[in-house]
Nanobody, 127 residues
Framework: QLQLVESGGGLVQPGGSLRLSCAAA????????IGWFRRAPGKEREGVSC????????NYADSVKGRFTMSRDNAKKTVYLQMNSLKPEDTAIYYC????????????????????WGKGTLVTVSS
């Protein structure tokens, strides 16, 4: 069974940092582009960042650009989201999702295209 499992969420003060992990179980990540999405209370779902199969292409939402960095280690079947300079508006449940693709540089933040989803990890930014 193919699964994605997020971890690393928690409570952090404004200005702090967290690193989220997304681990794959039951399949290899080599053929998948990965995206991070989030849903904040009372807000629409938002695509946060994405990374291509090899990690050579990344993209970020304007709201996190310059603060968040996405990376991957295919050997460990894990994708990471390093979040720095966190703000209260970053409070949300963060989900990772995978899209199998033959396109090496594809980096997609299309919610409807993603094929596999984790259950999410809660990030709370508050003093």
């Amino acid at each position: 069974q193919l699964q994605l499992v997020e971890s690393g969420g928690g409570l952090v003060q404004p200005g702090g940092s967290l690193r989220l992990s997304c681990a794959a179980a039951g399949f290899t990540l080599d053929y998948y582009a990965i995206g991070w999405f989030r849903r904040a209370p009372g807000k629409e779902r938002e695509g946060v960042s994405c990374i291509s199969r090899s990690g050579g292409n990344t993209n970020y939402a304007d709201s996190v650009k310059g603060r968040f960095t996405m990376s991957r280690d295919n050997a460990k079947k894990t994708v990471y989201l390093q979040m720095n300079s966190l703000k209260p508006e970053d409070t949300a449940i963060y989900y990772c999702a995978a899209l199998r693709t033959n396109v090496q540089r594809l980096c997609a933040l299309d919610y409807y295209a993603m094929q596999y989803w984790g259950k999410g990890t809660l990030v709370t930014v508050s003093s």
